[in-house]
């Protein structure tokens, strides 16, 4: 059985039917060590694979993390709120689709949203937030977020004409 | 620096102030492991550290995890849903501390809600909902709500007189 | 860049040259959140990716996990050993590939080996020993090793007429 | 019961018995989610714990990790070589004590001994070589051995008078 890692598509947005919003779908298969005492996945793991679809989705899009972190000068996309819905549990050995796509972008911010599949069946959602970041220039230490560039903006989103 | 690992106190549920809530303290050390290449932690580690924080919070109530499970039959209190906000980054080496407490009871569910402190700023809030689950008679790979037992209700709350 | 995720290929087993052992290769990404401060690998993440590769080495020779479990009443393959050499270090965004294969088969244990290559270059090297376990039938809570059965065995090797 | 995180106290050192090997004592609560569906230790997550003592080790020494990195200009004391022998196996809700000695220094490289306890039987063992890293000052991506300072070997050895 074939596996495709990875494949993209644009999806009409619902808000603006005249955009098309990149998405994309990555197959994750459910290995024993993601799973806890119960036999289900256990729900932190679930987060390693959003946070592997984001950086997959900007990698579809063009920008593969690494290369991006260099190109922009930022130091990630971190995550400052997120939200999982979990409808139905899955198991070691379980091939699970998760479809991803940039929900809304605001200034230095943006959502992402992902949508975990076995078969057909939703089995979680999941919602988040994350900042382009930079490293503060008065204190390493700490994390400033930064304008999205227009041109990263421009990579997740096609304009048709009518 | 003698740290504590826990320790357990009773707070006013602010909603109905006749009622003590049990609220459990536990500090975790942020390891090297814990943190990704922002030296910052990799925040599906933070739904570990609430997980074992709910799981020391019952520990609290007298219901250690491994005998919860024998005593009640149950499965595990997986989660349904979970909602975090990260207000500030930590880093391998701080001392955090989790304050966590039950929200709300209901029949077959019920909320945890999760605080972060470093030192005295609040940095990662969270929100949990759980369910008291039992493998289903029907088909053993199902899980199902059930009623929580109201003697494991009744280890969270004090009743105060006026 | 398309990926294969696993791959299956007969090697001539270099102590008896008669007989063919199955290798298993599999793709592995790097993901962002498996590495460290230090931007590599977080080597505890080694030992995931080597455990998943077992498990693919078992599917590879027709014995998906979840499967092999309930066909021959085992509760896993736990390693009871195991040595890693890290030669170079990898970092996210890195595709590693990985030859996973059965050194040895004994009564009721097994060893596995598995090479990690970055390109042409072994990056990491390990080995590891694991025992076909059952649950004792004396106390629940103990494990023990049973003979490997022979159908087992014989679906990794490959016996060639001289 | 009141934990212990971490404790620190001088062994006589076998080879030479006129030294005094520091010794750290470090407990560790396996947590659900440390274990598999086999309900074991999930054995990745036993080198995240030795991981732990490894810097815990240091810290008993006088060097905490986030200090020893900057005071030292290293990037960390990475694992070249590691190897764990599984004795017993480990479930939720045990504390386990795992006591945690350097072996042997060498110029710019050094072992590590961990030995995982339960109760008294000793469960894991576990043998690390690290190196003392720099990153190179010819290629950042590099990863360089340094000769570890006398001051810092010093800290782990106390020579007694006979």
Same mark, same amino acid.
């Given at each position: ?37 119960? =036999? @289900? *996945?256990?729900? %932190? ?8 679809? &984001?950086?997959?989705? #900007? ?13 922009? =000068? @930022? *130091?990630?996309? %971190? ?8 409808? &139905?549990?899955?198991? #070691? ?70």
């Amino acid at each position: 059985m074939p596996l495709k890692l990875s494949s993209r598509k644009w999806m009409i947005n619902a808000k603006r039917t005249w955009k098309l919003m990149l998405t994309n779908r990555k197959s994750i298969r459910v290995e024993w060590g993601d799973c806890d005492p119960a =036999g @289900i *996945v256990y729900y %932190p793991r679930y987060f390693a694979y959003f946070d592997n679809c &984001t950086a997959a989705l #900007f990698e579809a899009a063009g920008l593969p993390k690494q290369e991006m972190l260099k190109a922009h =000068g @930022i *130091v990630g996309i %971190p995550i400052v709120d997120t939200r999982a819905r979990f409808l &139905t549990p899955s198991r #070691f050995g379980d091939d699970v689709i998760i479809e991803s796509t940039i929900a809304e972008w605001r200034n230095s911010s943006f959502d992402v949203r992902h949508k975990l599949f076995k078969g057909d069946v939703l089995a979680v959602e999941c919602f988040e937030t994350r900042v382009w970041a930079v490293r503060s220039e008065t204190d390493a230490r700490k994390i400033e977020g930064r304008a999205v560039p227009q041109e990263v903006i421009a990579r997740f989103t096609h304009t048709g004409k009518d």
